[in-house]
């Protein structure tokens, strides 16, 4: 029996690469978006189910779960790809602005997880895969809010993976690295209208450049993560986490086999933080 998946987030970037991935191995897809656009159909319209999906709202996630088992019987995997992100100083970043990540990262993600877990145990299984960051493991500056987010799913996730074990179902993690050049960053970007203060407009515009300029790994490539998640939506192993791109491997390395001092001091040199420190000593002197 052809196994089908629901994804939400397909309109671009990753979920839409994803979608893409799970057809090319024999998958049905029910793809969700807030708006669907049905164009993530073209060529595959037998394979591939678009229907309207907002993660902060019960009944949209109730109404597309039932759409999805109406047209192909029965879904076998849940992809929580639906995310947004921000760079900010957390200090001038308002609580509104929180809240609307949270809403989407966290709340939306335990929305889901909720509305399929009956229809999984009914079915006698299923796999959820949640799509969590290289910095749910390792932080980074400037990203404090989708960085809480993702540590929260983490820590989830991980919870999960016992606890539904008891209802055959399977909790996974993705996590990949940074996909600056991708569609990824600016279809999950939010852009802030409050200024970066003049406190941190040094330090800001150093790390940004860091980022943009002299980041030292090559970006994760969405047809790689994609890949992993395929994967991990196939795998019947208890494994829990699939890393994916080499700024994230290299991080997973030095936060679970270095020293605490060790990682710390690797990570400043890796996110431009020691050039900071030297050329604000510098400027001091």
Known sequence: MTKTVLIT?????????????????????????????ERIAEGNPER????????????????AISAGISRFGQID????????????IFEATPMDVIRE???????????????????FRK????????????????????????????????????????????QNILIKLVEPGAMRNTNFASSHTATLNTP????????????????????????????QVAAQVYLAASDESDRLRYISGPDAEEMARLRWTTSETEYLSTMRELMGQTAWRQASMKSSS
């Open 9 to 37: 987030g397909c309109s671009t970037g990753l979920g839409y690469t994803t979608a893409k991935k799970f057809v090319d191995g024999g998958w049905n897809v029910v793809a969700t978006m807030r708006k669907p656009d």
């Open 48 to 63: 591939i189910y678009v229907t309207a999906l907002d993660v902060t709202n019960r009944a949209s996630i109730e109404a």
């Open 196 to 223: 970066i203060p003049v406190e941190y407009k040094p330090y800001f515009d150093q790390m940004m450049h860091s980022m943009i300029n002299n980041y030292p790994f090559e970006d994760a490539q969405e047809d």
């Open 101 to 119: 990540i949270f809403e989407t990262n966290v709340f939306g993600v335990m929305n889901v997880i909720q509305a399929i877990t009956p229809h």
């Open 77 to 88: 995997a849940v992809v929580n790809n639906a995310g947004i992100t921000t760079v900010s």
């Open 123 to 166: 079915q006698g299984g299923g796999t959820i895969v949640n799509i969590s960051s290289g910095i749910g493991f390792a932080a980074a500056p400037l990203l404090s809010i989708y960085t809480a987010t993702k540590h929260t799913l983490e820590g989830m996730s991980e919870s999960l993976s016992y606890e539904l074990e008891s």
